[in-house]
């Protein structure tokens, strides 16, 4: 997560995944290479390990999600944008309907916590938009919960607490 602009009257928050998304495209590029070679070679005992692994970091790529959030002040407007591979996707709220950020976490048995981000927009439904549908470990997810109810003026003594909704 990085804040790219946080002034009163707008924060731009952003998420790019650069670690995962290298690691996919160096295997993918693993692939290719395994592919020419197997071919070049007529050397068939790699075939399943390439016929397996080629829908699998295929899929990765395809998983992999940036997003960045916009609260702007000017405009009165929330923007969420989530964009992958193969999808761009734009969702808007109205600022004032925003009444704060929470963390969402889960924590398996014997397995270490994860969080993402949810936002409380007050619309019929009443229900958290999450930033993004990935589940992260580390601080960055409370960090954001964080910066997000301060710039709202939203006041928690801690991100793990679900803070009270602004009227």
Not at 10 to 24: A, D, G, N, T, Y
């Amino acid at each position: 997560m990085k804040v790219i602009r946080n002034t009163p009257e707008q924060l731009i928050l952003e998420h790019r995944p650069w670690f995962w998304s290298v690691m996919f495209a160096i295997a993918f590029l693993g692939l290719i290479v395994g592919w020419w070679v197997v071919v070049q070679n007529q050397n068939w005992h790699a075939l399943p390990v390439l016929i397996i692994g080629t829908p699998l970091i295929t899929l990765g790529l395809f998983v992999i999600e940036r997003w960045q959030l916009i609260l702007d002040r000017s405009q009165d407007r929330i923007t969420i944008r989530r964009r992958t591979i193969s999808n761009y996707h734009t969702q808007t709220y109205a600022l004032p309907d925003l009444q704060c950020a929470r963390l969402e976490t889960v924590k398996e048995t014997g397995e270490a916590a994860v969080h993402r981000v949810l936002l409380h927009v007050a619309d019929p439904d009443n229900k958290d938009q999450p930033l993004s549908a990935v589940y992260q470990g580390g601080s960055d997810a409370a960090e954001m919960v964080s910066t997000i109810n301060h710039w709202l003026g939203v006041k928690t003594s801690s991100p793990l607490d679900s803070p009270k909704v602004r009227a």
